[in-house]
Structures are given as structure tokens and as C-alpha cells.
């Protein structure tokens, strides 16, 4: 099951993608990019620019107008830059703008019909798309979502473990169930998946048990969100690192297996 070769994320394993859950303002989304790209262990920067919130009246994104920071990251860092999109009108955006990779979020992965959109709006491109788990449990709707992307024809797809929503108290924010994710992988060995241990953590402190994990169960990479200043975050604060954290302490922690 070991799928960690896919060149569409570079030579360097495991992939590691990081950067802000959301984009805030222009100096934070830099900032933390170029602190990121001085180290040749990442391979793209992440940023949120639509975010949609579970409650209403949270900080929903800054949308299109965030869209030249990213590529101000990539013209400076030479970092490919990755977004979520949740609409047609998001993908149309972010290929008017160079996004170099795309992402289907949870809330999104459970609509068919949402997902059915975003894959109708990249026919005829093949950018590379990751579609994170749908919120909920159901490997179904997971694989269902990459069927849609590979029937429009896009050929570089990978899955986001990013763990389930679930009634029972566990220390996680979103049970990882990490079973699902190696039924997922047994029905889909050629699609390669990346773990994002902070939405599965949702605190800072359970990053590396769970980043181990992932690499143990020889996931491909890792997307771990970073912020110059957690506490102060418009999302998502208790689960970000400052890259100075991821660098020297989170990624120098993990035991990486030596690939045959
Ligand atoms: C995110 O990546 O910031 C995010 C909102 O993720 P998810 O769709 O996994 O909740
Ligand atoms: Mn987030």
C-alpha cells in the first residue's frame, strides 16, 4: 500500500504541504511562506481563501481578492500554491490566477452535486485536485467524489484523510478512523493520500502522535496548517504551529520510514 510517489508533488517524501488555515491578510499569508520555503522539506503552501464555516458569523474567507497573495507566494517562495474551492465559480477563479493545486473540503465532499460542479468547471484542464473526506463517515461519498473528478478526465488526484465527525468524546477534533482511510486506499490503491493531522488533532499538541501515525501507515504526506501567530488565528488557532515549530520540532520529531 505504500503509495508515495507522485510526481505532481516533487521528489521530496513525505509531501509536506503547509501554511495558514485561512488567509488573513497579505504580510501573514507571506510571512509564513517565505519562513516555510527556506526548507526544502516542504513541498506547497496551503492557504484558505473560501471558507465555509460550519456556524455562520465566523470569518468566511476574503475570496477572489486573496487570490494575488497566493501568487505573490509563488512568484517569491517558488512554493506551488494550493486552495480549497467549493463551487465553479472558485475553480474558474483560481485558474484565471495560476492556483497550482486544488482542494475539495469536507463540507463539500458530502454534495454530490457540489462536487459534480467542480468537476463539470475543470473538463479539459488537469490540474491536480486532493479531495479531503467528507465530514462524515462514509467512505462512499469519498470515492464517489474522486470518481466524478477522474470521469471529467483529471489524472492527478490525491485523497485528505482529515478525520470524522462523531458523537463520541475522543481526544480528537475529528475521529481519525483510521480503518476508513485503509478501506479507502484497499478500493483505490492508486490514489495517493496525504494526512492533515491538524483537523484531525484540533490542538497543536496531538499533531505529532497523529503525523506519526500517518507516516507509519506510510500515507504519502502530510498537510499541517502553520501561522506565524496561532492565538492569534481568524481560524482554527488551537490546532496551528508557527513554521518555526513545524520545522524544528514537529517534522524533526516524526520517524520517517526509509522508502524500498
Ligand atoms: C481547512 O483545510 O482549513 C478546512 C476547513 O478543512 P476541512 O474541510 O477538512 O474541515
Ligand atoms: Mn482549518
Request: aromatic share 6%.
Amino acid at each position: 500500500m505504500n503509495n508515495s510517489n507522485v510526481s505532481w508533488l516533487g521528489k521530496n517524501t513525505p509531501y509536506i504541504i503547509a501554511g495558514p488555515c485561512s488567509a488573513e491578510t497579505e504580510e501573514q499569508v507571506l510571512q509564513t511562506a517565505h519562513e516555510l520555503a527556506k526548507d526544502p522539506r516542504i513541498t506547497a503552501f496551503r492557504a484558505g481563501i473560501w471558507k465555509p464555516r460550519t456556524r455562520p458569523n465566523n470569518f468566511e474567507g476574503h475570496g477572489t481578492m486573496a487570490l494575488p497573495w497566493l501568487q505573490r507566494v509563488k512568484a517569491e517562495t517558488g512554493l506551488p500554491v494550493c486552495t480549497e474551492v467549493a463551487n465553479a465559480a472558485h475553480v474558474e477563479d483560481c485558474l484565471k490566477h495560476g492556483v497550482d493545486i486544488l482542494w475539495i473540503g469536507a463540507r463539500t465532499t458530502v454534495n454530490p452535486f457540489s462536487v459534480q460542479e467542480i468537476a463539470d468547471a475543470l473538463r479539459g484542464t488537469d490540474i491536480p485536485v486532493m479531495v479531503k473526506n467528507p465530514v462524515t463517515p462514509d467512505l462512499q461519498l469519498w470515492l464517489g467524489a474522486i470518481e466524478r473528478l477522474h470521469n471529467v478526465g483529471l489524472t492527478k488526484i490525491a485523497a485528505i484523510h482529515r478525520g470524522f465527525s462523531s458523537l463520541e468524546k475522543t481526544a480528537y477534533r475529528n475521529a481519525p478512523l483510521w480503518s476508513l482511510a485503509i478501506d479507502f486506499r484497499v478500493q483505490m490503491p492508486e490514489i495517493p493520500m496525504i494526512c492533515d493531522p491538524s483537523h484531525i488533532a484540533g490542538k497543536a499538541n496531538l499533531l505529532s502522535e497523529v503525523s506519526q501515525m500517518a507516516l507509519d501507515l506510510d500515507m504519502a504526506g502530510l498537510m499541517i496548517e502553520t501561522h506565524p501567530n496561532p492565538p492569534a488565528a481568524w481560524s482554527d488557532a488551537a490546532q496551528q504551529v508557527t513554521p518555526h515549530v513545524l520545522l524544528t520540532e514537529l517534522l524533526a520529531g516524526l520517524t520517517v520510514k526509509q522508502s524500498n
